[in-house]
């Protein structure tokens, strides 16, 4: 049941994606995409029961263990509160003709091809596999991301895919070597599943995999906006529809997570965990650094938001980094917990530009206004970024800080903690500016619409609900994953 | 502890205090103008004044709100309260406990805010200027003083003015210590600023940018005026029986109705030391403008300061 | 053939691999940049066609001929296309001085030498010239993407990398699984395809290089 | 009412109130508010329930209430010990006013409010008590930064809700980002001990304590410290405080000054003498001593700013500042002594119950005054005191309530602070003749600065009171105001009598703050040194010299008072009947305006050159002159007086940032190149690093 069900789950957005390219009306089209999310969400959770219950499972080149299964989880919920947000962001965006219609069936085949290949990554267990889809989601996202045709997306697209190519070739280069070295001591295919690996991972040549695992750390980072490689991820990620936005920050650099976190284990087995720790820790400060002045001196919200998630990916680097069940805990937990708030954000701050017509912050005024509940929800978004109980963000930030408290890092803990005051002071600054005051001559003063709202509220209860508790069965996931990686 | 005054000693030094409050100022004033080789007014003066304000009639702002008419009555009240704290005739703790230094410069302090709030109440220029002024001198002559207090509390280890008199017992000056002399300096010091006199304030004048205490009384009148003219007599005895309660022995604890005879007559002698310490100064300074007296009083704050340390050190 | 004339063969090519790639950097005119990335694609399929018969392993011919066909005669042919598609410039537009470049490139290749070296004892097909070669591709391709301004030399940087990727995963593996491989180059494919169509259209859209915008920033 | 169930029963008031204002602002917005504050006066009833239940209960009574487990790697509780219930009485307090006020309040300063906002802020008021009364009753870690972080968003809601004008947001953002920096070190000071204990309630924290080498111990503390200072608003932490506490609703201020302030000196309390005290043995001598010397600081400073101070409600703010040090004085002082071999312990017991003491008091008269300034603001919609005037005939009660507050607030007699300060004296005198050497005099002056604050308080507040309540209006806004609504004027009469019961028998209070005294420093109890001598006298027994210790009764010296003032009535009356008739005020014969009485301004000006040094007073003075400059047509005059550390520390920090951050922003060539450059130089270093590391 479950075997087959990881052959399934993949094919579920390839179809909707194929049935999309059939018709042209929007209704179809939309329920098209929210039922085709739907079915993907039920059957991750059935699938998510069965290897709760009973252990990963595996199917050829596919394998899901708990670490997929938490991307997993997070996958599918933001794909179907993407699809109800889309239902009414599309309206929105018809009107002021970001989006045409005829083109709509593309756009939603896309975006599923895209999500296809996303689900793909995160049941990959062959390596090869990993970055194939991993080059898949550039492919198809990139086609988004320029998706709006005039030619900052351009510009934003051919620079997404050209940096995240070759980061993407320096994984396969990683990939490559560490197959080398599993190859020598155990030949033929399986030397490329990763479980395979790790069962003779301490055997593997140190000296190859120190050299696979650079490779990697530095092409998956690329994807997943670890700075310095972040450069185009706040270009991408602002230039996107925003449903697609929300999809990139919120799980695409998640999943270029996992293939570091593949890599990280290995390594970890191969040369001592040490090492690969080392690696993470440096590019999660670097990226938490770097991420801080732009911050603060942000004006495109989008770009906020984009320059956010290379702070929040630093952030779980960091938690890799320290190390321990405490901080791979808290990085997982990281991950789940920023892909959501980030994709609420996301959709707070559409609906905000799709209001006003523009992404200058100073530009959105007296957000509270005329949109009291989108502003509050883009007020609770931002808090929780900023780490603010009791919204989930605060959780895991405080495993990752009592992580690094535990394994002693104080230069590391001063960094990470006074950067985070600074980015909630700049994050705090930009949304009051936002929020209050009057609402600007452009603001458009009609009622807030349902749909979006939807999908944001979803989101928004996930998002408190891990703030104040965390559920057993989901703990015992992530503490089952904690396991796979710590050891 | 069992207290050496009883409840009707008390109250009996309090009135003493209260009646004897003009005749000091009649005093005061009399030797001013002996100094000054002039006749001057008789030393019951004062009591003549009180009783004629008592008969007029009162002419009130009618800006003024119906507060203005009770801050008199609270102000005397305040004062003559605090009269209740000093020993007179006789040192050692009251029979029940009552109030100490703390309470009595509290109590002054609060007959300061009502005078100071009533002054504004009528609104006009000059009532806010006295208040201003006075709230200006009052911050810094309230930490010296409390610390010339001190200086000797902590020895004797209690603020209760009563038993600190009962610990300095009939010890004179040949008994002080440099502390004692130090507090003494400062509390000399601090007379004339804590009694409203030259060089701090100008008791006499009715030049508008000159007065402070008075400019706040300028809108009371009749028995309004007479409370706060009483209250003004009574605050420089109390201070000046609360230095010689101080430095001075006072009548010795437990004495019966001669040794409250001998005290009363020290008290007396005391009290007319000090009014004629007053009058010197008044005769011999020239009022300082404003902004020299914060100097002035930091003369005093160096001297209990340094009082202190050498009780600490 | 025998396991030293083997490593002798494939490091050769690896020589010869270098030699391209020297072309590439040095290369003044896109044209010569897209024949030399074709003739380096020729060489690789080349060591797979020895590597195969080294070997025997027959998902080595499909390898070599799927790499000749797309990345020695397709990917060339489509790059050319373009250039003339759209008469840009043949001119190289360096962003640091070509010299510079090449210096670049030779410090990139001692350093992957050195790292190697420092590998200590592992079996030959690493130890020989074939993974400080391969790394050496891989991060000079790069190089040539971040030293050039436009587009198509971009492009020509790209699949040079992937080259050396694809020249060491088959030295140092004696090749990959089958379908990874296929995959691998199916990505490739559309990877290029996707490219072509952005360079196309922001030519289209604004008479402008796809390189050189540069709005968003900051 | 059954104590243990008491807990449930609050949350539940609290928790009631927030979601009914949320969902009944659909229906109504009056509804959501009057319901919401309805919830949230029976939550402050049941707060003072069980705060009275425990204080007043078996001696050492702790009721405790196991919460859900709700995060797998901690166990959450609740335990109400003594310390905790004093501070759960203290916020009970102020908050039955607030809820009280509230309603009323909101209506009659902002009619236009739609419910959004109504709604927003019955919601934020029930959240803010509730997590402030349970930051005290928390347990564990994780409760308390939860809540402690509930009441930072809370009370940020409530001052951004007031006015949508960029001013209550600039404030917001201060005190949002100055609360989370302290709540960053709170953070660290708590998880370095949960990594040694391994877990997050206040019990293995302690043990975890117990084994600290000094050093740490001693980091620990003033982490913790400086977090809560910075919530405290100690200088120079304080710059957001006289922000944000005036642009908050009334009520709200009077919580936020009046309350939240003290939840900081819980913490300190909490931390000192109980989480990270030694086993044995006094506390490290830097604690107390700096404790101290901040206090006095910020006494003195807090005082002299307020001093300078133009709007009313920026003025009762940074009184809280100087109060907070009044309280920190007591707190330092009982860190110096507490355990201290001899007498220290009855003298620290002195020393923390005058703090305690102050605690209540302030959040007494504070919460009066904000409430005073808040219906002064609701009728004239005016906080500038030089707007106002006259309104002592126009809100009589008002008027006389503050007044009240204000002979309260300068600590004078008959009324509650001058207990307190009078008991921080005494503390610090017995002190000082214990700790012989400079020790000694660091304390003595800390008394004369106490002595200064009590001066310059008076000073201020004879500014507030008459600029604001007496003399003629000066504005429009002064001269048609109105008397507040019954429902205000009964909350500020609540306040008020708790100011009047606390000042003239301060003894009845003691036997509350015995289960404070007796959970933090394990000693004599707070009545059993300083009422010994009966209920009615406070005493300082059991004084080091062993001398006769000072006794004072309020209750005597309020009868005196009162005797007096009969007395002098009657005087006042007159000895014989005379006429008595109304003038216009004297001033030299010309026809008294407005424009004749003393402006807050001119009134504070002795004092601004006084202390020139410390204000940095700016002034401008503009002259028009009609062609000749003899002929003055008129004078403008400004002058502001500028606080040092916001100046010269905050706003250069700021725009350091945000200068540093624009510049590196614009460094950014958004070229492909330049990004791929990055990719490569990030690998190719990481590679050569890798190597070396080897």
């Known amino acids: 049941m479950a075997e087959t069900l990881l052959w399934v789950l993949p094919l579920i957005p390839t179809v909707t994606a194929l049935l999309m390219l059939t018709t042209r009306d929007r209704r179809v089209l939309s329920a098209l995409d929210v039922s085709g999310s739907a079915i993907l969400f039920a059957l991750a959770l059935v699938l998510a029961r069965e290897v709760a219950v009973g252990g990963p499972r595996t199917l050829g080149v596919f394998r899901l263990d708990d670490v997929g299964l938490v991307f997993l989880l997070l996958l599918v919920v933001l794909t179907l509160a993407v699809s109800i947000y889309t239902v009414g962001w599309l309206e929105q965006a018809l009107e002021v003709g970001n989006m045409k219609a005829e083109f709509l069936r593309s756009y939603f085949a896309l975006v599923h091809a895209f999500v296809a290949t996303m689900v793909v990554t995160v049941l990959a267990d062959n390596l090869g596999i990993l970055w194939i889809a991993m080059e898949g989601t550039t492919i198809t996202s990139a086609v988004l991301i320029g998706y709006h045709g005039h030619h900052h997306g351009l510009e934003a697209a051919w620079k997404y895919i050209i940096v995240t190519t070759i980061g993407i070739s320096f994984g396969l280069f990683g990939t490559v070597l560490i197959y080398a070295a599993a190859a020598d001591v155990q030949g033929g295919a399986g030397a490329m599943s990763w479980s395979a690996i790790m069962k003779i991972a301490p055997t593997l040549h140190p000296g190859i995999v120190r050299i696979g695992f650079i490779f990697a750390m530095v092409g998956y980072g690329t994807k997943a906006g670890l700075a310095p490689m972040h450069l185009w991820l706040p270009d991408a990620h602002s230039q996107a529809p925003t449903p697609v936005s929300a999809l990139l920050s919120g799980v695409l650099i998640k999943c270029a997570l996992l293939g570091i976190i593949r890599f990280q284990t290995i390594a970890a087995a191969a040369c001592g965990p040490a090492f690969p720790a080392q690696v993470l820790l440096i590019f999660g400060l670097i990226s938490v650094v770097v991420a801080t002045p732009f911050i603060l001196a942000q004006r495109d919200i989008k770009r906020l938001l984009g320059y956010h998630s290379v702070e929040h990916v630093g952030i779980v680097a960091l938690g890799l980094g320290f190390g321990g069940r405490v901080g791979t805990y808290g990085a997982l937990l990281h991950v789940v917990n920023h892909g959501i708030t980030k994709a609420l954000a996301f959709f707070a701050a559409g609906t905000a530009i799709a209001r006003y017509g523009s992404r200058d912050m100073r530009a959105i005024g007296g957000l509270l206004a005329v949109a009291p509940i989108g502003a509050t929800l883009l007020m609770l978004a931002a808090l929780s970024l900023a780490g603010v109980p009791p919204f989930s963000i605060f959780v895991s930030e405080l495993m990752v800080l009592r992580a690094g408290i535990g394994q002693g890092h104080w230069i590391a803990i001063a960094i990470f903690l006074s950067m985070v005051v600074v980015i909630f002071a700049g994050l705090l600054h930009h949304v009051g500016v936002m929020a209050f005051g009057e609402p600007t001559a452009t603001a458009s003063r009609e009622p807030e619409a349902w749909f979006p709202l939807a999908g944001m509220l979803l989101l928004a209860a996930i998002m408190i609900l891990l703030g104040i508790t965390l559920p057993g069965s989901f703990d015992g996931i992530l503490q089952r994953a904690t396991e796979v990686i710590v050891d | 502890m069992t207290g050496e005054r009883p409840l009707a000693l008390v109250l009996l030094e309090m009135t003493l205090l209260v009646l004897a409050g003009p005749l000091v100022t009649g005093a005061i004033q009399k030797m001013k103008a002996r100094l000054q080789c002039r006749q001057g007014a008789g030393v019951l003066q004062p009591y003549r004044d009180l009783t004629k304000l008592f008969r007029k009639g009162t002419v009130q702002a009618d800006t003024a709100s119906g507060l203005f008419r009770s801050i008199p009555v609270l102000v005397v009240a305040a004062t003559v309260a605090a009269g209740a704290f000093v020993p007179v005739v006789r040192a050692g703790p009251p029979a029940f406990p009552l109030g100490d230094a703390l309470m009595l410069l509290g109590l002054l302090a609060l007959a300061r805010f009502l005078t100071a709030v009533g002054a504004l109440d009528a609104g006009g220029a000059f009532g806010g200027m006295g208040a201003s002024r006075e709230m200006t001198i009052a911050p810094l002559v309230e930490p010296v003083l409390m610390m010339v207090v001190f200086s000797t509390a902590i020895a004797a280890g209690t603020t209760e003015l009563g038993a600190l008199a009962a610990h300095r017992g009939t010890s004179w000056l040949l008994a002080w210590s440099a502390a004692d002399f130090l507090g003494f300096a400062a509390m000399l010091l601090l007379l004339p600023a804590e009694t409203g006199r030259i060089p701090v304030d100008n008791p006499d004048t009715h030049l508008e940018l000159t007065m402070l205490h008075e400019g706040m009384l300028l809108e009371h009148s009749g028995p309004g005026l007479g409370c706060m003219v009483l209250a003004s007599h009574t605050r420089q005895i109390v201070i000046v029986a609360v230095a010689s309660a101080l430095f001075f022995p006072v009548g010795p604890a437990g004495a019966g109705v001669v040794g409250v005879l001998v005290g009363a007559g020290a008290f007396a002698g005391k009290i007319l030391a000090l009014a004629i310490y007053l009058a010197l100064v008044e005769s011999s300074y020239a009022k300082l403008r404003l902004f020299r007296v914060p100097q002035y009083l930091g003369v005093g704050f160096v001297c209990a300061l340094t009082a202190l340390a050498l009780r600490i050190l | ?218 | 009412m059954d104590v243990d169930s008491g807990l449930g029963l609050m949350a539940a008031c609290y928790g009631a109130g927030a979601l009914s204002s949320l969902l009944l602002a659909r229906l109504s917005g009056r509804l959501a508010l009057g319901v919401g504050h309805l919830a949230a006066f029976a939550g402050a009833v049941a707060g003072l329930g069980i705060a009275l239940g425990v204080l007043l209960g078996a001696p050492g009574r702790t009721l405790t209430q196991p919460l859900p487990i709700l995060f797998p790697f901690a166990r959450l509780s609740l335990s109400v010990d003594g310390l905790s219930a004093y501070f759960l009485f203290v916020i009970s307090l102020v908050a039955v006013a607030a809820a009280l006020y509230g309603p009323a309040y909101l209506r009659a300063h902002s009619p236009d409010a739609g419910p959004a906002r109504q709604a927003a802020q019955g919601f934020a008021l029930n959240v803010f008590l509730g997590s402030m009364a349970f930051v005290c009753c928390a347990d564990d870690a994780l409760t308390f930064l939860f809540c402690w972080e509930g009441m930072t968003l809370a009370s940020y809601v409530l001052v951004v809700s007031d006015d949508r004008d960029g001013e209550n947001a600039r404030a917001g953002l201060l005190y949002m980002v100055m609360a989370h920096g302290g709540t960053a070190l709170l953070l660290v000071a708590f998880l370095i001990l949960t990594e040694r204990s391994g877990a997050f309630d206040f019990m293995a924290l302690r043990a975890a304590a117990r084994d600290l080498d000094p050093a740490t111990r001693t980091t620990l503390f003033f982490l913790a410290f400086s977090g809560f200072a910075a919530k405290a608003g100690v200088v120079p932490l304080h710059v957001w405080l006289p922000r944000a506490h005036p642009a908050a609703p009334s009520h709200v201020s009077a919580l936020m000054s009046g309350v939240m302030l003290k939840v900081a000196i819980y913490g300190i309390l909490r931390f000192a003498f109980d989480l990270l005290a030694p086993v044995a043995g006094p506390l490290p001598f830097s604690w107390g001593w700096i404790v101290l010397f901040v206090g006095t600081i910020s006494a003195v400073l807090g005082v002299l700013y307020a001093l300078q101070q133009h709007d009313l409600k920026r003025l009762l703010a940074f009184h809280s500042v100087e109060n907070i040090g009044i309280i920190l004085i007591g707190v330092g002082l009982a860190m110096i002594l507490w355990r201290q071999e001899g007498v220290g312990g009855a003298l620290a017991t002195v020393a923390l119950t005058a703090a305690l003491l102050h605690t209540v008091n302030h959040a007494a008269f504070k919460g009066l005054l904000f409430l005073g300034a808040g219906s002064v603001l609701c009728r004239t919609h005016v906080r500038n005191m030089e707007e106002l005037g006259g309104l002592a005939r126009r809100m009589p009660w008002t008027a006389g309530l503050f007044l009240l507050g204000a002979i309260a607030i300068s600590a004078l007699p008959p009324l509650n602070g001058f207990v307190s300060e009078w008991l921080t004296f005494q503390a610090l005198l017995g002190s000082a003749s214990r700790f012989h050497g400079p020790a000694g005099l660091v304390i003595v002056f800390a008394a004369a600065m106490l002595a200064l604050t009590g001066g310059l308080a008076a000073a201020c507040f004879v500014k507030a009171f008459g600029v604001t309540f007496l003399g003629r209006p000066r504005t429009s806004h002064a001269e048609h105001a109105t008397e507040a609504p019954p429902s205000m004027i009964a909350a500020m009469v609540w306040l008020g009598a708790v100011c009047v019961a606390l000042g003239v028998a301060p003894g009845y209070a003691m036997p509350l703050l015995d289960a404070p005294t007796a959970t933090l420093l394990h000693g004599p109890v707070a009545s059993a040194v300083v009422t010994a001598r009966g209920p009615l006298v406070l005493s300082t027994a059991l004084m080091p010299s062993g001398a006769d210790a000072t006794a004072i009764s309020m209750t005597m010296v309020a009868a005196l008072l009162l005797s007096l003032t009969a007395i002098a009535w009657i005087l006042r009356r007159g000895l014989q009947p005379a006429l008595h008739r109304a003038a216009p005020t004297w001033t030299c014969g010309m026809k008294p305006t407005s424009r004749f009485d003393y402006t807050a301004t001119a009134f504070a000006k002795p004092l601004r050159l006084v202390f020139e040094a410390l204000y940095h007073p700016r002034r401008e003075v503009t002259r028009e002159t009609a062609g000749t400059p003899y002929v003055l047509r008129r004078i403008h005059y400004a002058g502001e007086v500028v606080d040092l550390a916001e100046t010269q520390v905050y706003h250069r920090v700021e725009r350091e940032i945000s200068a540093l951050s624009q510049a590196i922003r614009a460094r950014s060539t958004g070229r492909i190149y330049g990004y791929i450059g990055f990719v490569l130089g990030a690998l190719f270093v990481a590679l050569l690093l890798s190597e070396l590391g080897r």
Not at chain 3, 112 to 139: C, D, E, H, K, M
């Open chain 3, 1 to 218: 053939m025998s396991e030293e004339a083997l490593h002798a063969v494939i490091d050769d090519l690896g020589a010869l691999l270098l030699f391209t790639m020297i072309l590439i950097v040095a290369a003044g005119q896109i044209y010569r940049a897209i024949y030399a990335v074709s003739a380096q694609s020729l060489l690789i399929a080349l060591a797979a066609a020895v590597l195969a018969t080294a070997t025997g392993n027959t998902d080595l011919w499909v390898i070599a001929g799927v790499t000749l066909a797309v990345k020695a005669v397709a990917l060339p042919w489509v790059l050319h296309w373009i250039v003339q598609r759209m008469d840009i410039r043949r001119e190289i537009e360096p962003v640091i001085p070509i010299a510079a470049t090449l210096a670049l490139s030779v410090v990139i290749v001692v350093a992957s030498f050195q790292l190697t070296t420092s590998l200590g004892p592992v079996r030959q097909a690493i130890a020989g010239n074939a993974l400080p070669v391969g790394i050496s591709l891989t991060l000079t391709g790069v190089l040539v993407m971040a030293t050039r301004k436009t587009a198509l030399t971009q492009m020509v940087g790209l699949f040079a990398s992937e080259n050396g990727i694809f020249f060491t995963a088959m030295a140092v593996t004696q090749g990959m699984p089958l379908i990874i491989e296929i995959g691998v180059i199916l990505d490739v494919i559309l990877a290029a395809l996707v490219m072509t169509i952005l360079v196309l259209r922001v030519r289209s859209t604004v008479d402008a290089d796809v390189a050189d915008l540069d709005r968003l920033r900051g």
